[in-house]
């Protein structure tokens, strides 16, 4: 597998690739929080579907009683109850 100079810089250097590639960082507390950073935007929101999009492609976070507590220009917390967390590349 053929590494790009980013991340051949990223792993010489010790930087986190998140900060290098401007990948999102995933973070879920059991099924009940979740938090995402590097996002570029949400895409769609109800309480039953969320879809962000981040540099390298989509998610899509399905659940029940979902809602955004609070999000910034590259940060977001969600809670309610979370059944399913599925990426798909590309725009």
């Known amino acids: 597998m053929r590494k790009n100079l980013k991340t051949i810089v990223s792993d010489a250097a010790g ?22 950073e590097n996002y570029r935007g949400i895409l769609e929101y109800t309480t039953e579907f969320i879809r962000i999009q981040t540099k390298i492609g989509q998610i899509h976070l399905f659940g029940k009683k979902l809602d955004i507590i609070y999000y910034t220009n590259d940060e977001m917390k969600v809670t309610g109850h979370i059944h399913k967390l599925e990426f798909h590349q590309g725009g």
């Open 15 to 36: 930087i986190p690739k998140d900060v290098v590639l401007g990948i999102p960082l995933i973070r879920l507390i059991g099924k009940e929080e979740f938090y995402i």
